[in-house]
């Protein structure tokens, strides 16, 4: 006779079975949940902002559906950036709602426009859409971020907006009845069978015991499958948990100092991501590789500035009068050798690469500074290194660069613009009481045998010449170094002014750049040349032994007047 509890143990498991499979499938949760944006009152905001608490809500990241009629621009940014670029302008406030299913939108109704955000240096990354577009958040960094959608800034911004991610939801028991209808099936079968085995031996009493031993060898064959399957769909169930387990104790094991290093690097996160440096350089790179060819200096006013445009703009004015005249060094967006950003959450932002292109015989140091939130970077220094130094070691990049302000010495031997200035009076008097500021550098030497020379040339005996060296404070700017010193960048006038000793002396231009420039063979009057010297300098850090230093430097022939 069968087994009574071997058919109710095979139904029992099979059902269960069914039942666990069906949760894994037809009666399985949707494997996406969404939310949309409702856009009651957000008609007149000419931008919509996800703020950073919704994004911090899908952390482990959503899918951003916007659709609009009109062309739009998504943007991603830090979340102070964000905030500092949007400023006034009427918005639209994307935040969480009271539940999971909905959204909460607060409203900036100020009337008021923005800028076109399309280009921005400040966006991490920027996407353009047309109809519909869908974007995958995911944070690109520690910090707070903020998403941006908006047309041209005075357009309406795009209001329908989907967000969508996966349903976490889950059918906790399918797997366990799924793993326990097995078993109980399995064990309902190895009765069953058991039973008609044990039946065999009493019915052939006269048959040999190696029958007997078939069937003994056979029972433990079925048991041992019965073990396998067990084992084996214990092992499928546990090893996922086992990794995610193992998984969760290394991020565990590694979040606590993360967290800990975030907190003390909290408000010196670097202003900008390589991906957004290499996006700055290369715009920079390209203007004024276009600028070059055309020897046009309204072609660099989108992203060059300061000193590196007035030296600029003055090369390209003497070539048209002069064409031998030395075109000035390229620019070059890349091989990066090294890099250092500030990390001033406000504004003006100041960030140095130094490059080195195929027409770049040495590399070169690159300022950029934007001056706020709505400007882009401009290049507004551009110094090649001198023969035998090098740049001076800054912060981990992860850490950024503190900016110094120019007129305080914060730390330093002396400040900046004190720095530069002692520059000016040791190229003016290289045996005054600066002299020693310095170290021994190329630029300093070449300029001041230059001097001497002219002054003891005997063809100049009957002029008088004399060089002043002047700091512009407006063009100084400064950059933590490691060591606790710092990078500055300044920019130095250079006037060389000759003038006839006495009445029916004169200078003679013939043949010279001067010539081309004023017209004029000789001047009995005199003339006065200007240069612009854009310098790059390492200040130690207060209270050591070691020297101010000149690491890098840029010369450009600004004007010739007669007087």
Same mark, same amino acid.
């Given at each position: 006779?069968?087994?009574?509890?071997?058919?109710?143990?095979?139904?029992?498991?099979?059902?269960?079975?069914?039942?666990?499979?069906?949760?894994?499938?037809?009666?399985?949760? %949707?494997?996406?949940?969404?939310?949309?944006?409702?856009?009651?009152?957000?008609?007149?905001?000419?931008?919509?902002?996800?703020?950073?608490?919704?994004? #911090?809500?899908?952390?482990?990241?959503?899918?951003?559906?916007?659709?609009?009629?009109?062309?739009?621009?998504?943007?991603?940014?830090?979340? =102070?950036?964000?905030?500092?670029?949007?400023?006034?302008?009427?918005?639209?406030?994307?935040?969480?709602?009271?539940? !999971?299913?909905?959204?909460?939108?607060?409203?900036?109704?100020?009337?008021?426009?923005?800028?076109?955000?399309?280009?921005?240096?400040?966006?991490?990354?920027?996407?353009?859409?047309?109809?519909?577009? !869908?974007?995958?958040?995911?944070?690109?960094?520690?910090? $707070?971020?903020?998403?941006?959608?908006?047309?041209?800034?005075?357009?309406?911004?795009?209001?329908?907006?989907?967000?969508?991610?996966?349903?976490?939801?889950?059918?906790?028991?399918?797997?366990?009845? &799924?793993?326990?209808?097995?078993?109980?099936?399995?064990? @309902?079968?190895?009765?069953?069978?058991?039973?008609?085995?044990?039946?065999?031996?009493?019915?052939?009493?006269?048959?040999?015991?190696? *029958?007997?031993?078939?069937?003994?060898?056979?029972?433990?064959?079925?048991?041992?499958?019965?073990?396998?399957?067990?084992?084996?769909?214990?092992?499928?169930?546990?090893? *996922?948990?086992?990794?995610? #387990?193992?998984?969760?104790?290394?991020?565990? #094991?590694?979040?606590?100092?993360?967290?800990?290093?975030?907190?003390?690097?909290?408000?010196?996160?670097?202003? &900008?991501?390589?991906?957004?440096?290499?996006?700055?350089?290369?715009?920079?790179?390209?203007?004024?590789?276009?600028?070059?060819?055309?020897? $046009?200096?309204?072609?660099?006013? %989108?992203?060059?500035?300061?000193?590196?445009?007035?030296?600029?703009?003055?090369?390209?004015?003497?070539?048209?009068?002069?064409? $031998?005249?030395?075109?000035?060094?390229?620019?070059?967006?890349?091989?990066?050798? +090294?890099?250092?950003?500030?990390?001033?959450?406000?504004?003006?932002?100041?960030?140095?690469?130094?490059?080195?292109?195929?027409?770049?015989?040495?590399?070169?140091?690159? /300022?950029?500074?934007?001056?706020?939130?709505?400007?882009?970077?401009?290049?507004?220094?551009?110094?090649?290194?001198?023969?035998?130094?090098?740049?001076?070691?800054?912060?981990?990049?992860?850490?950024?660069?503190?900016?110094?302000?120019?007129? !305080?010495?914060?730390?330093?031997?002396?400040?900046?613009?004190?720095?530069?200035?002692?520059?000016?009076? !040791?190229?003016?008097?290289?045996?005054?009481?600066?002299?020693? +500021?310095?170290?021994?550098?190329?630029?300093?030497?070449?300029?001041?045998?230059?001097?001497?020379?002219?002054?003891?040339?005997?063809?100049?005996?009957?002029?008088?010449?004399?060089?002043?060296?002047? #700091?512009?404070?407006?063009?100084?700017?400064?950059?933590?170094?490691? $060591?606790?010193?710092? &990078?500055?960048?300044?920019?130095?006038?250079?006037?060389?002014?000759?003038?006839?000793?006495?009445?029916?002396?004169?200078?003679?231009?013939?043949?010279?750049?001067?010539?081309?420039?004023?017209?004029?063979? =000789?001047?009995?009057?005199?003339?006065?040349?200007?240069?612009?010297?854009?310098?790059?300098?390492?200040?130690?850090?207060?209270?050591?032994? @070691?020297?101010? /230093?000149?690491?890098?430097?840029?010369?450009?022939?600004?004007?010739?007047?007669?007087?």
């Amino acid at each position: 006779m069968r087994n009574k509890f071997a058919v109710p143990l095979i139904v029992l498991g099979v059902l269960l079975m069914l039942i666990g499979i069906g949760q894994r499938t037809f009666w399985a949760p %949707p494997e996406t949940q969404s939310v949309s944006m409702e856009a009651e009152g957000a008609e007149d905001a000419v931008v919509t902002v996800l703020e950073p608490e919704l994004l #911090a809500e899908y952390s482990d990241g959503t899918e951003i559906t916007v659709r609009s009629d009109a062309p739009f621009t998504l943007a991603v940014g830090r979340a =102070n950036d964000v905030q500092a670029w949007v400023a006034d302008a009427a918005a639209a406030r994307l935040t969480p709602g009271e539940d !999971s299913s909905s959204l909460a939108v607060g409203t900036d109704k100020t009337g008021k426009t923005a800028p076109n955000p399309a280009g921005s240096d400040l966006w991490v990354v920027e996407e353009s859409g047309e109809g519909e577009l !869908s974007y995958d958040w995911k944070a690109p960094g520690e910090g $707070d971020w903020r998403i941006l959608l908006a047309t041209d800034g005075t357009a309406p911004a795009p209001t329908d907006v989907t967000l969508t991610w996966e349903n976490d939801a889950t059918r906790p028991f399918a797997v366990p009845l &799924i793993v326990i209808g097995a078993l109980l099936a399995v064990l @309902g079968l190895a009765l069953a069978f058991l039973r008609s085995g044990s039946d065999g031996p009493r019915r052939s009493s006269r048959r040999s015991a190696g *029958p007997d031993a078939g069937t003994a060898d056979r029972q433990p064959s079925v048991s041992g499958t019965t073990s396998a399957f067990t084992a084996a769909a214990v092992s499928r169930r546990r090893r *996922p948990a086992f990794l995610a #387990a193992a998984a969760a104790a290394v991020l565990a #094991a590694g979040s606590a100092p993360a967290a800990a290093m975030a907190d003390e690097s909290a408000g010196s996160q670097p202003v &900008i991501v390589d991906s957004q440096l290499t996006r700055i350089l290369d715009s920079v790179a390209g203007t004024v590789e276009a600028g070059d060819a055309a020897k $046009d200096a309204s072609m660099l006013t %989108p992203r060059v500035g300061g000193a590196a445009y007035a030296m600029r703009a003055a090369n390209y004015a003497v070539a048209a009068k002069s064409a $031998d005249h030395e075109a000035p060094v390229p620019v070059a967006a890349e091989t990066l050798r +090294t890099q250092s950003i500030g990390t001033a959450a406000d504004w003006p932002r100041t960030v140095v690469a130094v490059t080195q292109g195929e027409g770049n015989p040495v590399p070169q140091a690159l /300022l950029l500074v934007q001056e706020s939130a709505r400007d882009n970077y401009k290049l507004v220094s551009a110094v090649q290194m001198l023969p035998a130094s090098t740049f001076p070691q800054p912060p981990a990049a992860t850490d950024g660069s503190a900016q110094i302000p120019a007129d !305080s010495d914060n730390g330093l031997a002396m400040s900046p613009q004190d720095a530069v200035a002692a520059l000016a009076d !040791s190229l003016t008097n290289p045996e005054g009481e600066k002299k020693d +500021t310095f170290g021994a550098n190329r630029f300093s030497e070449d300029v001041v045998k230059f001097q001497q020379q002219v002054q003891s040339d005997p063809k100049n005996e009957f002029a008088t010449n004399t060089f002043q060296h002047a #700091a512009d404070p407006k063009e100084t700017y400064a950059l933590r170094t490691d $060591d606790g010193g710092a &990078i500055v960048f300044g920019y130095l006038s250079n006037t060389f002014s000759s003038t006839p000793k006495e009445a029916g002396d004169s200078v003679n231009l013939e043949g010279t750049v001067y010539q081309a420039l004023t017209g004029e063979t =000789n001047t009995d009057k005199g003339i006065d040349v200007t240069h612009g010297e854009a310098v790059m300098l390492y200040v130690p850090a207060s209270g050591g032994t @070691g020297q101010a /230093l000149v690491v890098g430097a840029a010369q450009e022939l600004l004007s010739a007047n007669l007087k």
